[in-house]
């Protein structure tokens, strides 16, 4: 069986050309996207991992929220980077 996911790169930075208010809005967005994922029957949601930032230093509490609110879906770091 083929499987489908993806790997959000969830960046944000203070421009003003970016559609993000904020950090936070990221992280809700992230979350938002790995439930319309799983809606439309996606089998994974990755999320790269950006040391140094504001939005996701750590994956773990985003992976969190988005286990609660999912529960198909298989969810992971797709890229850490070892600045």
Do not use: C
Not at 11 to 23: C, E, F, I, V, Y
Not at 67 to 72: D, F
């Amino acid at each position: 069986m083929k499987k489908i996911g993806f790997l959000s790169f969830g960046h944000w930075s203070d421009s003003p050309g970016l559609q993000t208010r904020s950090a936070s809005d990221t992280l809700l967005q992230s979350i938002d996207l790995a439930v319309a994922a799983e809606e439309l029957g996606a089998d994974g949601a990755y999320f790269r991992v950006h040391h140094f930032a504001q939005q996701l230093g750590s994956p773990f509490p985003l992976l969190s929220a988005i286990g609660a609110k999912t529960s198909n879906i298989e969810i992971g770091t797709g890229v850490i980077d070892m600045r």
